[in-house]
């Protein structure tokens, strides 16, 4: 499944944690790396992952905001943009 970038947060670790969301807002993966990772390979807009590998959001108003940043991605970018 395609899940498109959805939230990015640092802290004070040197860590970020990336979230992707499937279109729809109902499902996502995270994955954290280290700044140091990221310059070498650069977040994408997309990613594809098995269903096993994202979990459900519970949340409604975090699927909603989920689907509307999946969405306005999706309309940016190609799946392969770094980001």
Do not use: C, F, I, K
Not at 24 to 46: M, W
Not at 59 to 74: I, L
């Amino acid at each position: 499944m395609r899940l498109w970038l959805v939230e990015r947060e640092y802290d004070t670790r040197q860590t970020v944690t990336l979230v992707y969301a499937t279109p729809d807002g109902e499902r996502r993966y995270r994955r954290q790396a280290s700044v140091e990772l990221l310059s070498r390979n650069p977040a994408t807009a997309a990613v594809e992952r098995d269903g096993d590998d994202a979990e459900a959001v519970t949340d409604a108003e975090t699927r909603e905001r989920y689907a509307a940043e999946a969405s306005r991605m999706a309309d940016r970018h190609g799946p392969d943009d770094e980001v």
